[in-house]
Antibody, heavy 117, light 108 residues
Framework: EVQLVESGGGLVQPGRSLRLSCAAS????????MHWVRQTPGKGLEWVSG????????GYADSVKGRFTISRDNAKNSLYLQMNSLRAEDTALYYC??????????WGQGSQVTVSS | EIVLTQSPGTLSLSPGERTTLSCRASQSVSSNYLAWYQQKPGQAPRLLIY???SRATGIPDRFSGSGSGTDFTLTISRLEPEDFAVYYCQQYGGSPRTFGQGTKLEIK
């Protein structure tokens, strides 16, 4: 059974940093690209970042480029999102999602990030 | 960026009815790379359809997808109580991947 479990969310002040993690199991992790997708009541679902199996190809939404860094550790079956210079508009539920040909066939339950002073 | 517009915003229907949800793209979606997801309160999105018309593993055959180019539809042939949820379309033919704003299917 595929499982994706996010952790690391919380309440953080504007301008500070946070690191999200996603622990994967139930599939061969280094066979697949992985992504972060966030959701807010106002803006809905927004793709944030993606990384291919060997970290050679990485992409970011314009809204987070230069502030967020995606990475993975295939030995630990883990995906990460380092979020720096956080803004109020980064407040969202962050999902880790498994890529399958461009769409997302499995999602974690999400990790809430709240940016507020 | 490809903008996806879903309609209607909310649908009020009864179990047993048939419904069609619409997803319109601001430009043609290459290779019909269009997916549909279902999301229930407090849960992550669940993949229903990919490639515009292929059902994901374990998805009942009352769910079907169709369309091409800029116009896509998700049809639920006979609504079950568990089908009342929010439905999102997503395109993966262009960069960045984008989602529609969702259609909420509620019980009448």
């Amino acid at each position: 059974e595929v499982q994706l479990v996010e952790s690391g969310g919380g309440l953080v002040q504007p301008g500070r940093s946070l690191r999200l993690s996603c622990a994967a199991s139930g599939f061969i992790f280094d066979d697949y690209a992985m992504h972060w997708v966030r959701q807010t009541p106002g803006k809905g679902l927004e793709w944030v970042s993606g990384i291919n199996w060997n970290s050679a190809e990485i992409g970011y939404a314009d809204s987070v480029k230069g502030r967020f860094t995606i990475s993975r550790d295939n030995a630990k079956n883990s995906l990460y999102l380092q979020m720096n210079s956080l803004r109020a508009e980064d407040t969202a539920l962050y999902y880790c999602a498994k890529n399958m040909g461009g769409y997302f066939d499995y999602w974690g339950q999400g990790s809430q990030v709240t940016v507020s002073s | 960026e490809i903008v996806l517009t879903q309609s209607p915003g909310t649908l009020s229907l009864s179990p047993g009815e048939r419904t069609t949800l619409s997803c319109r793209a601001s430009q043609s979606v290459s290779s019909n790379y269009l997916a549909w997801y279902q999301q229930k309160p407090g849960q992550a999105p669940r993949l229903l359809i990919y490639g515009a018309s292929s059902r994901a593993t374990g998805i009942p055959d009352r769910f079907s997808g169709s369309g091409s180019g800029t116009d896509f539809t998700l049809t639920i042939s006979r609504l079950e109580p568990e089908d009342f949820a929010v439905y999102y379309c997503q395109q993966y033919g262009g960069s960045p991947r984008t989602f529609g704003q969702g259609t909420k299917l509620e019980i009448k």
